[in-house]
C-alpha cells in the first residue's frame, strides 16, 4: 500500500441501531486498493454489524458509506456485488443441497460483468476443493464450507472483500494456507477487510489495524502498537475474549 493512495471505501460516522441498541456508534475508518486491513474488537463490539451494512445486509441509521467517491449505504446487497462489494460469513451460508461446482457457478453468473471471470476449475484447484466438486455443499465440513463461502466470494470479482472469521476453526497448516492465499489475493489489487479473533494471524496478514469496542473505533494503526496501548489492553482483558 502506498501512504498516498486513495480510499476505495470511507466509512464516517455510520450508526447502526437495533431498538435503542447502538451496534455501530459513529464507526469511521478507510481502507485503499490492495491493503488487508484488520477489524478487531471484543465480542459484541459490531465488527460483524459492521460487515453487514457494509456489504448491504443492513441499511446504516446514520453516517455515510462511499465507494469510489459514490454513496452506498443502504444499497442492497445484490447491487453491491456487482459494483464490487462482497463478502464471507461468520457462519458459512453455501447452497445447501447444490454441489460445490453449482454453488460456484452461480456467483460466476452473478458477479461483475466488466471483469472476465476464473473458471471454476482453477478455483476448485486453487482453493483445494476439486476433490468435493460434485458433493452437495451440506457434506461438506466446516472448513470447507468456509473456504468454498470464500470461493463464493472471489467468483463475483469483487474489488473490496469483507472477511468475517474465516480462519475461525482452522487448523495451523490450514491457517498458513489461507494467510497466503489472503496476502496474494491483496497483490493482486483487492481491498480485504479481516475480522478475527485470532490476534497472531492478524499480525502476520494486516497492514493495519482498527480496534473496536462498543460500536467505535478506539485506535487505528499497527497491532504491534495497539497492544501498548491501555484502553486497547483494557478492552481486550476486560471482555470475553483474552485473545
Ligand atoms: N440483528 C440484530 N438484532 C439485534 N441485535 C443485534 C443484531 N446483530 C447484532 N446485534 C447486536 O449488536 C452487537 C454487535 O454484534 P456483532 O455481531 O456486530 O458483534 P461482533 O463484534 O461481530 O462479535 P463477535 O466477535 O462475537 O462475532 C451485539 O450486542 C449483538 O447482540
Ligand atoms: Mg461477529
Not at 481502507?31 to 465488527?47: R, Y
Not at 455443499?137 to 468454498?148: C, G
Not at 489475493?185 to 480485504?192: K, P, R, S
Request: aromatic share 6%; charged share 20%.
Amino acid at each position: 500500500m502506498s501512504p498516498d493512495s486513495k480510499p476505495i471505501l470511507n466509512v464516517s460516522k455510520v450508526v447502526k441501531r437495533f431498538g435503542g441498541f447502538y451496534a455501530l456508534d459513529g464507526l469511521s475508518f478507510h481502507v485503499v486498493s490492495g491493503e488487508i486491513l484488520g477489524l478487531v474488537g471484543p465480542n459484541g463490539s459490531g465488527k460483524t454489524t459492521a460487515i453487514n451494512v457494509i456489504s448491504g445486509l443492513y441499511a446504516p441509521d446514520g453516517g455515510e458509506i462511499v465507494m469510489d467517491g459514490v454513496s452506498i449505504g443502504g444499497m442492497a446487497s445484490h447491487k453491491l456485488v456487482h459494483r464490487g462489494v462482497n463478502r464471507t460469513f461468520q457462519v458459512p451460508k453455501p447452497f445447501m443441497s447444490l454441489t460445490v461446482r453449482q454453488n460456484i457457478e452461480v456467483a460466476l453468473a452473478y458477479g461483475r460483468a466488466a471483469v472476465t471471470p476464473p473458471t471454476t476449475e482453477a478455483l476448485l484447484d486453487e482453493y483445494r476443493l476439486a476433490e468435493v466438486a460434485d458433493r452437495p455443499a451440506a457434506d461438506l465440513n466446516n472448513v470447507q464450507q468456509k473456504i468454498l463461502d470464500l470461493v463464493r466470494a472471489l467468483a463475483t470479482r469483487p474489488r473490496l472483500l469483507l472477511l468475517d472469521e474465516l480462519a475461525a476453526g482452522l487448523n495451523p497448516t490450514e491457517l498458513d494456507w489461507i494467510a497466503e492465499r489472503i496476502k496474494a489475493l491483496a497483490q493482486t489489487g483487492i481491498a480485504i477487510i479481516v475480522v478475527e479473533h485470532l490476534m497472531g494471524f492478524i499480525e502476520h496478514i494486516t497492514d493495519r489495524v482498527i480496534v473496536m469496542n462498543a460500536g467505535k473505533e478506539i485506535f487505528e494503526g499497527k497491532l504491534a502498537v495497539a497492544v501498548q496501548v491501555p484502553q486497547v489492553i483494557e478492552v481486550f482483558l476486560g471482555g470475553e475474549h483474552a485473545a
